[in-house]
Nanobody
Framework: QVQLVESGGGSVQAGGSLRLSCALSGTTYSANVIGWFRQAPGKEREGVAALYTGHGSTNYADSVRGRFTISQNNAKPTVFLQMNNLSPEDSAVYYC????????????????????WGQGTQVTVSS
């Protein structure tokens, strides 16, 4: 079992930044991909970034590439999502998830790759 707890959400003006954290605990060795997803009201959940903890490879959705950065702190198992140049379209509940690596071009960005999910943290960007 893997437990994930997100934090760091909040309200920010357009152009601002936020850093989300995902604290991991439990048996994490089998869940070597950590992903960040978001879901806005009335929309499907969207994968935005993923990290393969084995050697730090990352993958991003086109909508956030160049603005968001996923990273990890191995000493205190935590995965971060640094979000810069935010726009109102980035407003959503953000979730982190954990699962095993699957070798596919869009690895880490689809829900069916993940077994464990956090409870989510709200991000609101005002114009």
């Amino acid at each position: 079992q893997v437990q994930l707890v997100e934090s760091g959400g909040g309200s920010v003006q357009a152009g601002g930044s936020l850093r989300l954290s995902c604290a991991l605990s439990g048996t994490t060795y089998s869940a070597n991909v950590i992903g960040w997803f978001r879901q806005a009201p009335g929309k499907e959940r969207e994968g935005v970034a993923a990290l393969y903890t084995g050697h730090g490879s990352t993958n991003y959705a086109d909508s956030v590439r160049g603005r968001f950065t996923i990273s990890q702190n191995n000493a205190k198992p935590t995965v971060f999502l640094q979000m810069n140049n935010l726009s109102p379209e980035d407003s959503a509940v953000y979730y982190c998830a954990a699962g095993p690596l699957q070798l596919r071009p869009d690895w880490g960005l689809t829900e069916d790759e993940y077994q464990y999910w956090g409870q989510g943290t709200q991000v609101t960007v005002s114009s």
